[in-house]
């Protein structure tokens, strides 16, 4: 662990943040378009495609620890956890341009392959963004530029969603000139190549100075048994749970939003655009109160601005303010900037655990607590899908106003009562208070002189 305790170079947090601005561009079509895609494109039921999603998600519950131990088990001369970019992100681009690219079968063949290709992609999404919260407290062990690096890697995450959000809707038009397959499938290839592109530039640019020798890697199930004496860990994979829950029920409805409730289907590009812009704000002044604020009080506090923001969208869809909606569109996506300081915390709680155990793992601990991300976001895209069934949506028609206040709920109240419960986590956790003796403590064991 020599040099552990470093400052970051600029070209290593941009090259990390490439990685989050990689996967964001392909997998952020996924949730916000992919139930769209199914039943507006594909001609999927809305019923096919809640079960699709809360089935696959549970799957994905399993793939998410197997990664984690695979990445511990990893030894190359390039480190644990950055040969994985190298190694995944071409499969993980393909089967993005696989998934929205549903063929015209009749409807079990379709389902077959409707099946196949998501669970899939979601797999490979997971050996994709894994790495990315892996990598980090592998830089390095100085606290303020684990946040900053963080900053680096969620900025990149946005300007993936903003490319992915502004500018898919319109590239599918364009490209298919009416034929919305044809688009979405050709648009999928473009951000492939680009996704590609970035992974390596995070491969190479990266390196990792945080690690235990393969000699005194523990065995799996010691390990194993450690992240469940974690306590830390629990609160993180509750949070978010919750909290991708809010995320992707508000991301999946946008476009339903702006095509139902407002009339105007591409006006969701924009407002997937102002979204990612408040979130990036929010992303660049989290460092500067990180170094006031404890990483927990500033996930408060951006849950609290969040539901401002939420409360903001509700008006502005009961009286129809376009401006109202827009500027509400960048204040409650600071509700997601809350929700990324966990990454932050959860390189923490890597250190935790290995303080309180004396096991060090990494890839275990952060892959398992995206079992949370994964199951909220799978109950999401079930949950979202089931609050407008159960309403009398029906595709490509006039909504009832039932079938309104149902995207209402899932665009605005869903995620209301996630940042709610999102700070009632926070208030539970408290590593914050003893990080400072734990870094102390580590760097003395391990005999690394702090700088």
């Not at 997971?126 to 900053?148: D, G, M, S």
């Not at 688009?183 to 235990?212: D, H, K, P, Q, S």
């Amino acid at each position: 662990m020599d040099n552990a305790n470093v400052k970051l170079s600029l070209k290593e947090k941009l090259s990390y943040g490439a990685s989050d601005c990689a996967y964001n561009l392909v997998f952020n079509v996924v949730t916000t378009y992919m139930m769209f895609y199914y039943t507006d494109v594909a001609g999927i039921s809305l019923l096919s495609v809640g079960t699709l999603f809360l089935v696959v998600r549970v799957l994905d519950a399993v793939a998410g620890p197997v990664v984690g131990a695979l990445i511990d088990k990893t030894h190359t001369k390039w480190g644990k956890v950055r040969p994985w970019f190298l190694w995944f992100g071409a499969p993980f681009a393909i089967i993005g341009v696989m998934a929205f690219s549903v063929p015209n079968f009749g409807g079990v063949t379709k389902m077959i392959y409707v099946y196949v290709t998501y669970i899939m992609m979601n797999f490979l999404a997971v050996t994709v963004t894994t790495p990315c919260t892996a990598l980090l407290p592998n830089l390095t062990t100085n606290t303020q530029e684990r946040v900053n690096a963080n900053a680096f890697r969620n900025v990149g995450g946005q300007i993936g969603v903003i490319a992915s959000g502004m500018l898919t809707l319109p590239l599918v038009n364009l490209i298919g000139g009416g034929n919305q397959q044809l688009g979405f499938t050709v648009t999928m290839i473009i951000y492939g190549v680009i996704c590609v592109g970035l992974l390596l530039l995070t491969f190479a640019n990266t390196r990792e100075r945080v690690f235990t020798p393969k000699e005194k890697e523990p065995p799996f199930i010691k390990s194993f048994v450690a992240m469940l004496h974690n306590g830390p860990w629990w609160i993180l994979v509750t949070l978010n749970l919750v909290m991708f829950i809010g995320v992707v029920t508000k991301a999946s409805s946008s476009v339903y939003f702006f095509k139902y409730n407002v009339g105007n289907e591409t006006l969701s590009s924009l407002a997937n655009g102002i979204n990612s812009a408040g979130m990036i704000a929010g992303m660049i002044l989290a460092p500067f109160f990180a170094k006031k604020m404890k990483n927990r009080n500033i996930a408060i506090m951006f849950f609290g601005f969040g539901i401002i923001g939420l409360l903001g969208l509700y008006v502005g869809a009961k009286i129809m303010s376009i401006p109202l909606i827009f500027v509400s569109m960048a204040v409650s996506a600071l509700f997601q900037t809350g929700q990324s300081m966990g990454f932050v915390m959860l390189a923490d709680v890597v250190d935790y655990g290995e303080w309180k155990t004396g096991v060090r793992s990494q890839g275990l601990i952060t892959s398992c607590a995206a079992i949370g991300v994964t199951c909220g976001a799978g109950i999401a895209g079930w949950l979202s899908s089931f609050v407008l069934e159960i309403n009398g949506f029906v595709p490509n028609q006039e909504q009832t106003a039932q079938a309104l206040n149902a995207i209402n709920i899932n665009f605005v109240w869903i995620p209301i009562a996630c940042c709610v419960i999102g700070t009632v986590l926070m208030l539970l956790y408290r590593v914050d208070d003893q990080i400072g003796t734990i870094r102390e403590e580590l760097a003395a064991r391990n005999q690394v002189v702090a700088e």
